[in-house]
């Protein structure tokens, strides 16, 4: 996109941006001034119904009070009668006839008498079997009544309220019996306090309210959230009822006495707290505002707001369109004059108009022409440089390539990667590690090779260390060092396949080297040697530790501890051409490798006889056998685990049958 073409757009943007959001404050300011001026209408005459629904809840409350009284009076006047009658020896059958006849004659509509197990067995209402409970969650109502059977209580007064059975509202009132422990209950209908209610004069007042069409419900709860007055309530015109997000701020409301605002797209219900002549919270009213006034003025700030952007849009982008053809100009210029520069056929004429300029673009043209020819000299000077210091970087280069070839040759494969490759660090530090350790050593070397020629000594030497490292590194194994004729490696750090793991590794390349070991005698025979090369081979595992020791200028990576040593006995004490294992090792590796325990060792620097095991070969293998025969003029080696036999066989015969023809 062309920088006129954003300059443009960014003034457009930023225009009507700020004006958006100029109108967007001033629509929502108005609004909210309008929503606090309803709350504020709300909240006055939800605080004047509460006033009034205290003064109505007062009179049906005292009405109530002096009903319970009569109805306590009654309870106990039953007590004295059933002690009476059955101290008398009425029947259950007789007294229930008298009970139902009381009902009958009398304001109360329901009796029950029970037993000192909370059975009902005297009542008024035939043909129910009802035992009270103690439990609120098997008779939410009835149980508390339960505590006149304990003796908790002598007096049980429940407030009148809808019973769960039929919705009905009903008062209970419970004494406790006087020959025994026993519930004795009286209930009678609720209807007189409804109809009470309904004529202290508060649904006149909300209809009044409702009439003029500023307020769209009106609400009164009790303490139970049963509406008292309202909108479809004792005959006052029904509207829709309250809602869920109504609902719930009342019932905070009646708990905290905090006046409570739910604000809706169509309503602003307000929920103010009723209270007492005593201060208490009795209840709560909620006053429901229509919100189509709110809404209308909105739409005109926003019908306004929307005008005005379109207005001021216009003009910014008018505006935009000159101040960009006047300020891209130079500009242009100078993005030509940057690619020629890059292209390096820039000229200073290409920027002479833009540089006769007063103001800062044409500052920048002048300052531009003047660095485009120090930086014309500064490239050309910088690509000698570079050019002589990638020759520079490529001789070191093959200089470091050339020493880190040779230093490989010093360190072991495992130690020089983890070296090179940031693992280890070049410093004296040092572990503790599990480790499977392997030492060998040509038996009577000295003996063996003392009539051979030093060249050719170093030559076979040479040739044999270089067969065990190759099948060292091939399983694996970290070489520590060559000590003459002797070879230290071992299994477990830097890299590691488990302890398991690296036992048997070791244990394979063990057998791989006596091995190869017998098909070397035949080179080594021939090159002088008059004694067969025995190799002594001695395996252990355990602990060492392992790591860098030595000085910060001159360290060696190796391996100390005791369990060193061990292999070190192992190896003495190992026969020549066999391999000596310790009983950890065993213990790893028994799975896999034949192996005989040998006499136990004594061995100097250990308290207790160590345990030994030769080496036989590999479980489930077919086992090597070397079939040599040496006569003057003939050498014969066969390795037959492998030689392909029939291939032996057949070679055998065409050198017999050579043979007998010369």
């Known amino acids: 996109m062309k920088f006129t073409t ?15 959001v100029t109108a967007a404050l001033l629509t929502w300011t108005t609004r909210r001034a309008i929503i606090t001026e309803a709350e504020a209408s709300g909240e006055m005459v939800a605080r004047l119904l509460a006033r009034s629904a205290s003064l109505a809840s007062s009179i049906p409350a005292e009405v109530e009070s002096m009903i319970a009284d009569e109805m306590v009076a009654q309870g106990n006047i039953l007590a004295h009668f059933v002690e009476a009658a059955e101290r008398a020896g009425l029947a259950p059958d007789a007294i229930n006839r008298r009970l139902r006849s009381i009902t009958d004659a009398t ?6 008498i029970t037993d000192d197990k909370g059975h009902a067995y005297l009542h008024s209402m035939p043909g129910i079997d009802f035992t009270f409970s103690s439990s609120p969650q098997v008779q939410p109502q009835a149980y508390a009544f ?13 407030e009148a309220r809808k019973r769960d059975i039929d919705n009905q509202h009903f008062k209970y009132v419970g004494v406790g019996g006087i020959d025994k422990p026993r519930i004795i209950q009286v209930g009678r209908s609720a209807k007189l306090l409804e109809m009470l209610t309904a004529k202290v004069g508060l649904p006149r007042a909300v209809e009044n309210l409702l009439a003029d069409g500023d307020i769209d419900a009106v609400w009164v709860f009790d303490r139970k959230l049963d509406a008292i007055v309202g909108p479809g309530v004792y005959g006052v015109e029904r509207h829709d009822g309250p809602n869920k997000q109504e609902l719930g701020p009342v019932g905070l409301v009646i708990a905290d006495g905090q006046t409570r605002h739910v604000e809706s797209r169509e309503n602003l219900s307000v929920i103010a707290p009723v209270h007492n002549d005593k201060k208490e919270i009795v209840g709560a009213a909620l006053v429901r505002l229509p919100m189509n006034r709110v809404w209308a003025t909105v739409q005109s700030q926003a019908e306004i707001a929307a005008a005005t952007a379109s207005a001021i849009a ?34 200073p004429a290409m920027l002479a108009a833009a540089a006769d300029r007063g103001d800062e673009l044409g500052q920048l043209a002048r300052v531009f022409t003047g660095m ?24 070191r280069t093959r200089s470091l390539e050339g020493l880190s070839a040779a230093l490989s040759k010093y360190l072991s494969p495992q130690v020089y990667s983890s070296i090179f490759s940031g693992h280890q660090v070049a410093e004296i530090a040092s572990k503790r590690k599990k480790l499977t350790i392997f030492l060998s050593d040509i038996a009577d070397f000295t003996a063996t090779t003392d009539k051979l020629e030093s060249e050719d000594l170093t030559a076979m030497l040479n040739r044999y260390l270089a067969e065990m490292a190759q099948i060292a590194l091939k399983h694996g194994a970290t070489i520590d060092k060559y000590v003459g004729d002797a070879v230290l490696a071992f299994f477990g750090d830097p890299q590691s396949r488990g302890v398991k793991e690296d036992a048997v590794a070791c244990v394979m390349m063990a057998i791989e080297m006596q091995t190869k070991l017998k098909q070397l005698e035949t ?41 060193v040593n061990l292999t070190s006995r192992l190896e003495q004490a190992c026969e020549p051409g066999s391999i000596l294992i310790s009983h950890v090792t065993w213990s790893l590796v028994n799975d896999v490798i034949d192996a005989e325990e040998r006499p136990a060792l004594t061995v100097k620097g250990f308290g207790e006889s160590v345990r030994a095991y030769a080496v036989r070969g590999l479980k489930a293998a077919t086992p090597a056998e070397i079939i040599r025969k040496e006569l003057p003029g003939m050498q014969l080696f066969i390795d037959t685990a492998a030689a392909d036999r029939t291939e032996v066989r057949e070679t055998l015969a065409k ?8």
């Open 6 to 20: 954003r300059l443009i757009l960014l003034v457009t943007v930023l225009t009507v941006g700020a004006t958006l």
């Open 107 to 112: 304001v109360l509509d329901e009796i029950w």
């Open 146 to 158: 339960y505590d006149l059977l304990t003796g908790k209580r002598k007096v049980v007064d429940q």
């Open 314 to 347: 216009l003009l910014g982008i008018l505006l935009s369109i000159g101040v960009a053809r006047h300020q891209s100009a130079p500009l242009r210029q100078i993005t030509r004059a940057a690619s020629a520069l890059e292209s390096q056929t820039f000229e």
């Open 372 to 395: 485009a020819g120090q930086v014309a000299a500064r490239e050309e000077h910088l690509d000698s440089m570079v050019r002589q210091r990638t020759a520079e970087l490529e001789a």
């Open 523 to 563: 080179e080594w025979t021939a090159a002088g040697a008059q004694r067969p090369f025995r190799v002594r081979i001695g395996i252990n595992t355990g602990y060492c530790t392992v790591g860098n020791f030595g000085s910060p200028d001159r360290m060696d990576y190796t391996i100390i501890g005791g369990e």
């Open 655 to 662: 050198v017999v049958a050579e043979l007998d023809e010369a």
